[in-house]
């Protein structure tokens, strides 16, 4: 696994950083062999540590997960066990439908712009104000996979990302699901279910 440790206005020793390293192959290697990389950004703030952690178990599955505390061990701590219950809920999920074509299908839903009423899950404690100045990870080799609408959505939830551009298998058109403000999931489809769909 290729690994990457920064810290930013923060000095991270090599013996914090080795510890980070083992941690996250030991709590990956649980559920997953073989992953392809993982990211972990140190900042801190007001007397508190910040831990943003992201991992591609492979090159079309994201995970990220973050926290804070009062050193950056305990911060890393407890960062580690929110990735570790994403990773089990989705092996869980990928043991339960090992044939995604199984899967729910979203046909009632035909409208060019929807909201799916489903609210997410909010996680406590969890600040995004670390800085003024927004952490950019630049994903240069990024894949727009072609999926359901409910692969798609499973995707975002599991992968904890905000936001998901991908190929609707019904019509191979460009779609958009993001998580709102007001805790729903957005739904964008410029080109609707048309009569010439895929199904």
Known sequence: MNFKIFGKQVKVGETFSRYVETTLKQTISKYFENPISSIVSVSKKNK??????????????????????????????????????????????????????????FNSLEAQFQIINEPLLVTPNQDNSTDDELIIFAELNTEIEELSVNDALNKMKFGNISALMFRNKKHSGLNMIYKRDDGLIGWVDPRGQRNTAKI
């Open 48 to 105: 508190l540590f910040y831990i943003i952690v992201i991992v591609h178990i492979n090159k079309k599955m994201e995970f990220t997960a973050q926290s804070n505390g009062q050193t950056a061990k305990l911060a890393f701590n407890e960062t580690v066990e929110k990735l570790s219950k994403q990773l089990r809920r989705y092996k869980r999920k990928i043991k339960s439908h090992k044939n995604n074509e199984n899967l729910e299908k």
